[in-house]
């Protein structure tokens, strides 16, 4: 539906931040809720943050509330995870995708995924 590349992970240390970007190559870009998912090896892929078309609302996963932010730039056609007092435990890789819906938080409602970039937090 809509191709999404992921960019920015790399290496850090505990307390550090990162800035992740996703860009989408489609030209129905404000219709779509975005979200950011992550996955550790040996774990479930788990809701990390959304935002809605027009980039007025925000949700999170409660272990990132007040750490993460996400973000949109609907005439860049990107979206955005800032990332502030990393932890260990965030270490994973982290995923966009798109959606039809205003705050979508589970994975059945995302249509288009990124391949994913990787973020290592160490300690």
């Known amino acids: 539906q809509v191709q999404l590349v992921e960019s920015g992970g790399g290496l850090v240390q505990t307390g550090g931040s990162l800035r992740l970007s996703c860009a989408a190559a489609t030209d129905t870009f404000s219709i779509y809720a975005m979200g950011w998912f992550r996955q550790a090896p040996g774990k479930e892929r788990e809701f990390v943050a959304t935002?809605?078309?027009?980039?007025?609302?925000?949700a999170y996963v409660d272990s990132v509330r007040g750490r993460f932010t996400i973000s949109r730039d609907n005439a860049k056609n990107t979206v955005s995870l800032q990332m502030n007092s990393l932890r260990p435990e965030d270490t994973a890789v982290y995923y966009c995708?798109?959606?039809?819906?205003?705050?979508?938080?589970?994975?059945?409602?995302?249509?288009?995924w990124g391949r994913g970039t990787q973020v290592t937090v160490s300690s």
């Open positions: 935002i809605n078309p027009t980039g007025g609302r925000t």
């Open positions: 995708a798109a959606a039809f819906g205003n705050l979508p938080t589970t994975e059945l409602l995302y249509r288009s």
